[in-house]
């Protein structure tokens, strides 16, 4: 079965930087899109970054600029590199990642990490 497993998160200043880790137990080349979405309290979960097979990446505008959404496929991890944090980047951070068969789409998540931006 497909698993994620995000790491790296904690409590950082303000202007401070974070990396987080999503660690895939099977090829991450086996996903069409692979990225990081994030919920804080009381909020809806909203995409952060995604990295497609293509090596094509898109970020949300509160983040362009400040994050970087990269992979190594031999590790079969996908990394998102935070720097400049702000108080609104606190949240819970989730790894998702999907397959399409065909026409079918399926979606795994992982557990989430959380991030705490504050002094």
């Known amino acids: 079965q497909v698993q994620l497993v995000e790491s790296g998160g904690g409590l950082v200043l303000p202007g401070g930087s974070l990396r987080l880790s999503c660690a895939a137990s099977t090829s991450i080349r086996s996903f069409s899109v692979i990225g990081w979405y994030r919920q804080a309290p009381g909020k809806e979960r909203e995409v952060v970054a995604t990295?497609?097979?293509?090596?094509?990446?898109n970020y949300a505008d509160s983040v362009k600029g400040r994050f970087t959404i990269s992979r190594d496929n031999a590790k079969n991890t996908v990394y998102l590199q935070m720097n400049s944090l702000r108080f609104e980047d606190t949240a819970v951070y989730y790894c998702n990642g999907q397959i399409t068969l065909m026409f079918t789409t399926s979606n795994y998540w992982g557990q989430g990490t959380q991030v705490t931006v504050s002094s």
């Open positions: 990295i497609t097979r293509a090596d094509i990446s």
